[in-house]
């Protein structure tokens, strides 16, 4: 869809066929004892072997594993009372608790993450903690126009104290921003950069940065052309867009970054997700070497890896999720050359695969038509991953992938909800940091919909 490579599934299939003998001489030359003994020999989560970086200028450790507070556990439907916050208090403390006690200690969170309550539940979690165990990272998320003044942005800013309940931020971004314009429009011209810059020098933000969706000339303007020393850049990063991104491919980013000094926050190392429900050929690569290590195993052994990147950050939605991550980087294993050779070529696999790169961020939402826009497009990618997805009328298993894409799509989206609504007005489109034409993909999703009930015996 849209302006990427497309392959039919069944040439897709031959392109895995074609692939299997490299794929399986690569693994067998991978050095993998370490991955074997972990797959083999789980044992109990570590409390003291946390893999620790630190900023240039500071011996403060900060955990490689950061938590990310975007995808927060939430209350049953019948739970959640009108005009409050929607997340599960009492298990975002459990994993909070759980986390800071096996030696995770960087939490990030944002005014815009969890429909305005994450920055809250975090403060809730963080309280019973001593200051000294923990840093915390927010953003300035003033997206709407109405933030954009001077004033709505520093009561912002300073709502992010009280929500958070510390009296200073550790690591502060200016969120999300990607192109000159309006990076000028949000920071610049209305005297809020200045504004943080003074914060800055007062103690109440420790480090400064920003967090980059955009293009390759916005990035290298802020690294060679703007006149002010930003202490960090997050970055998204992971084996897949390391090569083959959508915008700006992750090496070319980390590298600016590392040869200026300048320290790298991880989001996004499962790619929404992505990477850790790969396509069931790549799932098949890993469980040769490790077949009780899940994907995310491989996607943050692999971000762990390069030097410059301080923390790694994850949604950690459940404890499972959260064990399993620590445990990744209790301590790090960095990868063989014939490791990173292997996720290589995974990645370039992936990228010919025609997922949508939508990474279940949500800020597309809310639709003013009502459209579930992230779970359309998880149900899509779900069936290309799972090879399920029914493009092809003579393959023996069209009917029962027809069957399965319709029912699905009706449990996961209702009715009202579904592409169909699409009225293609356009309002998400500038709001997506992966920069996915939404409603050409939503008209693209929706003829294929008509397409499977309007053929059902085909």
Same mark, same amino acid.
Request: proline fraction near 5%; glycine fraction near 6%; aromatic fraction near 12%.
């Given at each position: 869809?849209?302006?990427?490579k497309?392959?039919s599934r069944?040439?897709?299939?031959?392109l895995m066929?074609?692939?299997?003998?490299?794929t399986?001489?690569?693994?067998?030359g991978?050095s993998?004892?370490k991955?074997?003994e972990?797959?083999?020999d789980?044992?109990?989560v570590?409390?003291?072997?946390m893999?620790?970086r630190?900023?240039?200028?500071s011996d403060?450790p900060?955990?490689?594993?950061?938590?990310?507070?975007?995808?927060?556990? %939430?209350?049953?439907?019948?739970q959640?009372?009108?005009?409050?916050?929607h997340i599960?208090?009492?298990? %975002?403390?459990?994993?909070?608790d759980y986390?800071i006690?096996?030696?995770?200690?960087?939490?990030?969170?944002s005014?815009r993450?969890?429909?305005?309550?994450?920055?809250?539940?975090?403060?809730i979690?963080l309280?019973k903690h001593?200051?000294?165990?923990?840093?915390?990272?927010t953003?300035l998320s003033?997206?709407?126009?109405?933030?954009?003044?001077l004033?709505?942005?520093?009561?912002?800013?300073r709502?992010?104290?009280?929500q958070?309940?510390?009296d200073?931020?550790d690591?502060?971004l200016?969120h999300?921003?990607?192109?000159?314009?309006n990076y000028l429009?949000?920071y610049?011209?209305n005297?809020?950069?200045?504004?943080l810059l003074n914060e800055r020098?007062a103690?109440?933000?420790?480090?400064?940065g920003w967090?980059f969706?955009g293009?390759?000339?916005?990035f290298?303007y802020?690294?060679?052309?703007?006149? %002010?020393?930003?202490d960090?850049?997050?970055?998204?990063?992971n084996?897949k867009d390391?090569h083959?991104s959508?915008? %700006?491919?992750?090496?070319y980013?980390?590298?600016?970054?590392?040869?200026?000094?300048i320290?790298?926050?991880i989001?996004?190392?499962?790619l929404?997700g992505?990477?850790?429900?790969?396509?069931?050929?790549v799932?098949?690569?890993?469980?040769r070497?490790?077949?009780?290590?899940s994907p995310?195993?491989?996607?943050f052994r692999?971000?762990?890896h390069?030097?410059?990147v301080?923390?790694?950050?994850?949604?950690?939605?459940?404890?499972?999720?959260?064990?399993?991550?620590i445990?990744?980087?209790?301590?790090l294993e960095?990868l063989s050359d014939?490791?990173l050779?292997?996720l290589?070529?995974?990645?370039k696999?992936?990228?010919e695969?025609?997922l949508?790169?939508?990474t279940?961020?949500?800020?597309?939402m809310?639709?003013?038509?009502?459209?579930?826009?992230?779970?359309?497009?998880?149900?899509?990618?779900?069936?290309?991953?799972?090879?399920?997805?029914?493009?092809?009328?003579?393959?023996?298993d069209?009917r029962?992938?027809?069957r399965?894409?319709l029912?699905?799509?009706?449990r996961k989206?209702p009715?009202?909800?579904?592409?169909?609504?699409?009225?293609?007005c356009?309002?998400?489109?500038p709001?997506?940091?992966?920069?996915?034409?939404i409603p050409?993909e939503?008209?693209?999703?929706?003829r294929?919909?008509e397409k499977?009930?309007?053929?059902?015996n085909d």
């Open positions: 869809m849209g302006e990427k497309k392959v069944r040439d897709f299939l031959q066929g074609a692939g299997a003998a490299v399986t001489a690569a693994l067998a991978c993998t004892e991955a074997k972990l797959s083999t789980r044992g109990e570590p409390t003291d072997k893999t620790y630190h900023m240039p200028d403060r900060i955990s490689l594993l950061g938590y990310g507070m975007m995808r927060l556990p %939430v209350l049953d439907d019948d959640q009372e009108e005009g409050k916050s599960d208090q009492d298990e %975002v403390n459990s994993l909070v986390a006690a096996h030696g995770v200690n960087y939490f990030d969170t005014p993450y969890c429909k305005g309550f994450s920055e809250q539940a975090l403060g979690a309280s001593k200051r000294s165990e923990f840093v915390v990272a953003k003033n997206f709407a126009t109405e933030d954009q003044t004033e709505a942005s520093i009561a912002m800013y709502n992010s104290f009280k958070l309940r510390v200073y931020i690591y502060y200016l999300a921003i990607g192109e000159k314009e429009q949000r610049v011209n005297g809020v950069l200045n504004f020098a103690g109440r933000i420790k480090y400064l967090s969706h293009t390759k000339e916005f290298d802020m690294l060679n052309e703007q006149p %002010v020393k930003f960090f850049v997050q970055i998204q990063m084996y390391w083959y959508q915008e %700006v491919n992750a090496d980013l980390y590298h600016e970054l590392a040869k200026r000094n320290p790298v926050v989001m996004e190392p499962l929404g992505g990477l850790a429900k790969v396509n069931h050929k799932l098949a690569m890993f469980q070497i490790a077949p009780n290590l995310a195993y491989w996607a692999f971000c762990g390069f030097p410059g301080l923390t790694v950050l994850s949604g950690m939605t459940y404890m499972e999720h959260l064990q399993e991550n445990r990744t980087y209790s301590p960095p014939d490791e050779a292997m290589e070529k995974s990645a696999l992936i990228n695969f025609p949508i790169g939508c279940h961020c949500e800020y597309c809310p639709c003013p038509y009502g459209l579930d826009i992230p779970s359309i497009f998880a149900h899509y990618n779900k069936c290309l991953n799972e090879g399920t997805f029914a493009d092809d009328v003579t393959n023996e069209y029962t992938n027809r399965a894409f029912i699905g799509y009706d989206v009715r009202l909800r579904q592409a169909d609504h699409c009225v293609g356009g309002i998400c489109k709001k997506c940091p992966q920069r996915i034409n050409e939503m008209q693209a999703i929706d294929y919909v499977l009930k309007q053929n059902p």
